[in-house]
């Protein structure tokens, strides 16, 4: 399997993008608009010099500040498929899908992302979902040795959002390429890559897989990036071997995880359970936060409700049977394990 | 508002109304049978196409150059480039003398070649290409900034280099903006009086184009001019239409992906 190396410094407007990567499989990087994701991927394809770094494929170099190499963008095999998509407006879609292929057959990448039918069409013609695959065909007929994905569903409805995620799971996962994708949606990330790296004005805070994202962020930003809730108190040592957490609220937490001082208080949605009442004999959970109602969203076969400060998860036929309804009163509540103490 | 723009449609085409209503069609045509008329035609069209031909080649990548590059002193080139434009024609004329007459600043490099430009044709092409080429650059350099450098990008990445990203990519994203700043500086071009008739004279049938004998007509019989005035209303109009025809036109599907593009 082939293996990606970028390690470089890139001056941006406000700070440096300052990565180091090790790419075999999909590394999405994540983060807010503007921590220079979009500029990492110009690097490796060769779109900007950076003051100082080093790019390779196995071993073999396309950048190297150090011996004054710089490959040329049309030199590098990658495939990039732009956040717009970037398909040249006066070509159809055959003419894009074969503006580098040299020779390969476009006919099967045509088919294969049934775009065959379309072939004569020009972009403006297509809609966001027939684009992205156009982009795609496009990057791939290039035969790229890495794969470098820029907000590729930003540009889709959410309708049609979820179908080309499962999509690109499975050309991702079939092509086995060394992959950059770059998102806003920590979901798209979870979904579609093996290594997650949050980016934050331009430096790398954690890399890891989605899952030891969820259960070890290394601080606050990763953890609220990553869709948990995160409450601000003061940590201080409790009875047992709990902490203690006052809220700015006045409320008491308890956690399994040690800390000090200024903490955030970290717990994913699907950790708070929902309740109408609150009878402390009859729970094991020691956290228990009351709170309105707020907004009550269904995603899939779940609720997402709002009770207070915290955004819980719940079935819909949880929901529906406790007669959830925005504007009532309602307990949240959640185990002292289910519970991750940060640095704020 | 209406009255305002009625005024002023009606003050640009009065003249051009004036000079057909005092021409018939019959006079308009017999002028081309005149040699004058006929060697004026002659040199204007072999000038200008011939100017014209220089403006594209070398002001299309120097405007591609200024568009797309970031340098210091950049946007003073833009403005120099832009400054014949603002010259009066006899200044024009003055400045062309001065550098590549006999006694100019080039002269005496351009003898040790044998070259005189004074009372040639080149000097006609000269003249009409320094007038006209500020008014096609600038344009080019305005369309070229508007090409999304998103896909220029995206063909860089696709494995073309520089030259075949400009043919294919660059050029046929542009050539609307390219033929409406060609139109115009061709239009500057044909009329083009001042600086031509400084630097190249008025020798019949080597550099008297059309509006320089259109003066020297007028001098001795307005009549005549008026006919020869309606025939360069006629035949520029007419390049006009074919040159906008021509550059806009969007050859079929299969043909316009090889027109401009360079073999690999």
């Not at chain 1, 950790?271 to 094991?284: C, G, L, M, Q």
């Not at chain 1, 998860?313 to 394990?337: H, P």
């Not at chain 2, 004058?36 to 150059?65: C, E, F, I, W």
């Not at chain 2, 044909?190 to 190249?200: N, S």
């Amino acid at each position: 399997m082939a293996t990606l190396e970028a390690d470089f410094t890139l001056p941006l407007r406000t700070f440096a993008l300052d990565l180091a990567l090790e790419v075999s499989r999909t590394v999405a990087l994540v983060g807010p608009s503007g921590a220079g994701k979009t500029s990492a991927l110009r690097v490796v394809a060769g779109l900007a010099g950076p003051q100082r770094g080093r790019v390779a494929l196995d071993g073999e170099a396309w950048l190297d500040t150090a011996s004054r190499l710089s490959l040329p963008p049309d030199r590098r095999r990658v495939g990039l498929v732009f956040q717009d998509y970037a398909l040249f407006p006066h070509l159809s879609v055959r003419a894009n899908v074969a503006f580098g292929s040299r020779g390969r057959a476009v006919d099967a990448l045509l088919e294969r992302f049934r775009i065959g039918r379309l072939a004569s069409a020009h972009p403006a013609e297509l809609s966001g979902g027939e684009r992205q695959r156009v982009a795609l065909a496009r990057a791939l007929a290039r035969d790229p040795a890495v794969l470098l994905l820029d907000e590729p569903l930003a540009a889709l409805d959410a309708h049609t959002k979820a179908e080309v995620r499962h999509e690109l799971a499975e050309l991702l996962r079939e092509l086995a390429l060394p992959t950059i994708l770059v998102t806003h949606d920590y979901e798209d990330a979870a979904a579609l890559a093996d290594q997650v790296g949050v980016l934050v004005e331009g430096r790398l805070r954690q890399l890891g897989t989605p899952a030891e994202l969820v259960a070890r962020p290394l601080d606050a930003f990763v953890a609220s990036f990553t869709g948990a809730n995160l409450l601000r108190g003061r940590a201080r040592r409790g009875k047992g071997a709990l902490t203690a957490i006052r809220l700015e609220s006045g409320e008491d937490l308890y956690s399994a995880d040690e800390a000090e001082g200024e903490v955030g208080v970290v717990v994913y949605p699907w950790e708070v359970s929902v309740a109408r009442a609150h009878t402390p004999d009859a729970d094991s959970a020691l956290n228990v936060v009351r709170g309105q109602v707020g907004s009550l969203v269904e995603v899939a076969n779940r609720v997402r409700v709002r009770v207070g400060p915290l955004t819980a998860e719940v079935t819909a036929a949880s929901a529906e049977r406790l007669e959830l309804a925005a504007g009532g009163v309602a307990y949240a509540t959640f185990k002292a394990t289910g519970t991750r103490l940060v640095p704020l | 508002m209406f009255s305002a723009t009625a005024v002023a449609l009606a003050f640009l085409l009065l003249p051009i109304v004036a000079i057909f209503a005092r021409v018939s069609p019959g006079e308009l045509i017999s002028q081309f049978s005149r040699p004058v008329v006929k060697d004026a035609l002659l040199v204007s069209l072999k000038a200008n196409g011939v100017a014209q031909a220089l403006v594209l080649l070398l002001g299309t990548p120097t405007a591609y150059l200024l568009a797309t590059r970031r340098f210091r002193g950049r946007s003073l080139l833009v403005v120099l480039v832009e400054l014949p434009l603002v010259l009066p024609p006899a200044v024009a004329g003055i400045g062309l003398i001065a550098a590549f007459g006999r006694l100019g600043l080039l002269g005496n490099t351009l003898n040790a070649f044998g070259i005189q430009l004074g009372l040639t044709q080149a000097a006609v092409v000269i003249a009409v290409a320094y007038v006209s080429s500020p008014l096609y650059i600038r344009q080019a350099i305005a369309t070229f900034e508007a090409v999304d450098p998103n896909l220029v990008a995206a063909a860089r990445t696709l494995g073309a280099g520089r030259s075949r990203t400009f043919f294919r990519v660059v050029l046929p994203l542009s050539r609307r903006g390219l033929a409406a700043g060609e139109s115009l500086a061709f239009a500057r071009g044909l009329g083009e009086f001042g600086a031509t008739i400084m630097f190249a004279g008025t020798l019949q049938g080597v550099t008297q184009t059309l509006p320089v004998a259109i003066y020297q007509e007028f001098n001795n019989d307005f009549t005549t001019a008026l006919a020869m005035s309606a025939l360069l209303v006629v035949v520029s109009g007419a390049l006009l239409v074919a040159l906008r025809l021509t550059l806009q036109w969007q050859p079929s599907k299969p043909t316009s992906r090889f027109l401009f593009a360079p073999s690999r």
